[in-house]
């Protein structure tokens, strides 16, 4: 039986380049703003690195279809290079090809890289209609706000939830981000907001509004991987920190169908579910609420953070507009969610979001999260959600002190 890697991987680095409109900088100077904090934090060079894995989901004209531009930017010494993409779940999909070669043995000290240069292309964050080979294809007349605003209706119509609170709690969801962004110098929007703000904007699709939407941004994040035992004797006063799941679940088409076992009522994300669970049991968790001080998850959409809340098992069925309106969530509260602004605020480059998940609690569990820093974190949860509720690919990390 498979014993997956809880404990076998140590994260040796991490650094994030400033998220936003960065025309002050290309996709290689922006790997570089990342590779340099993570190399310092580690203590190595690029020469040092024996293999590494390159995130890019989108902006292929200027970063290319292979790990060259990875290579060329940092001066990688020829070693092996690879370049994944897996939709919003591509910086965690870098984690995890890194990941799983230090745990095989393979190699001692990797790096995993996500990136995206998305401001330049024109991409935009809420589309009318996205065109493409993909959407043309697979989604031609779909939008995520449209997708996503069915999840909100089908939550909705299961729980029986007014409307007025579920707008409530989703302006909730989203004036917890950006209050959290506004204590984040790395994050793309830093404006403090209100929930009359979110309640009176511009809706999107119904019942979604401007402020209940990401946008996209240009950054990217990184990791540098070791095995414990090489972390321990580099750094042996500082806190090591272990990998201890990394799950992926992709949709098997069940959802578009309704022909699920139970019937998909379209109302969770099933893939979540599967991810987390796998997560849990390779990291020995039993009560996620409790044993997990902190998360980020894919808040594309307010009300994808709050699904998920209950996916995921921090809320029980039913009850998460409650726990969002008691301030479970927040910042200060019992399980804080998005502490460092998420992809709302924080901002959604999206080969380097599942990295710069990783990289918050790297620095909550080290205590250097500035002003935004929690009591104390010993495990925190990813989530990235790439697709559409019906037709995704999901990826759940668990990370957090060695032995926790």
């Not at 969801?173 to 403090?192: D, E, G, I, Q």
């Not at 414990?228 to 272990?242: Q, Y």
Request: glycine fraction near 12%; hydrophobic fraction near 45%; charged fraction near 20%.
């Amino acid at each position: 039986m498979a014993s997956g890697i809880r404990d076998k991987v140590a994260i040796l680095g991490m650094g994030c380049s400033r998220f936003g409109e960065r025309w002050d900088v290309d996709a290689d100077g922006l790997m570089l703003e990342a590779f340099n904090e993570a190399a310092a934090d580690a203590g190595v060079t690029a020469s040092q690195l024996q293999a590494a894995w390159l995130g890019v989901c989108l902006e292929e004209n200027n970063v290319g279809k292979t790990a060259g531009p990875l290579a060329n930017a940092l001066r990688l010494p020829r070693i092996a290079a690879t370049r994944v993409e897996n939709a919003c779940a591509t910086g965690t999909e870098a984690l995890r090809g890194a990941a799983y070669a230090v745990a095989a043995g393979a190699y001692d000290i990797v790096l995993a890289m996500g990136v995206e240069k998305l401001k330049d292309t024109g991409y935009g964050g809420l589309p009318v209609r996205t065109r493409g080979v993909a959407n043309d294809l697979w989604l031609p007349n779909s939008t995520a706000p449209g997708a996503f605003a069915q999840l909100a209706s089908a939550y909705a119509a299961k729980h029986r939830v007014n409307a007025g609170d579920l707008k409530r709690a989703m302006a909730h969801v989203s004036v917890k981000s950006h209050a959290n962004a506004a204590l984040n110098p790395k994050a793309h929007l830093r404006n403090a907001i209100t929930e009359d703000d979110v309640l009176k904007a511009a809706t999107i699709a119904a019942p979604l509004g401007l402020y209940d939407c990401c946008g996209v941004s240009d950054g990217a994040a990184c990791a540098i991987l070791t095995t414990p035992e090489i972390a321990r004797a580099l750094h042996p006063d500082r806190e090591v920190v272990t990998i201890k799941a990394l799950e992926l679940s992709v949709s098997n088409g069940e959802e578009q169908s309704f022909s699920g076992p139970a019937g998909w009522d379209g109302a969770s994300i099933q893939t979540a579910r599967e991810a987390g669970a796998r997560a849990y049991a390779s990291a020995g968790i039993t009560d996620p609420r409790r044993q997990i001080q902190m998360a980020e998850v894919h808040d594309c959409f307010s009300i994808t953070e709050a699904v998920l809340m209950e996916d995921l098992g921090f809320s029980a069925e039913g009850r998460v507009i409650h726990d969002v309106l008691d301030g479970v969530f927040d910042r200060g509260g019992a399980l804080p969610v998005q502490p460092d602004g998420g992809l709302k605020c924080f901002g959604h480059p999206i080969g380097a979001s599942g990295l710069r998940m990783v990289y918050e609690i790297w620095l909550q569990v080290h205590g250097r999260a500035g002003q935004r820093q929690l009591p104390r974190v010993d495990l925190g949860l990813t989530h990235n959600l790439g697709g559409h509720p019906h037709q995704n690919v999901c990826a759940v990390a668990i990370v957090g002190r060695q032995g926790a």
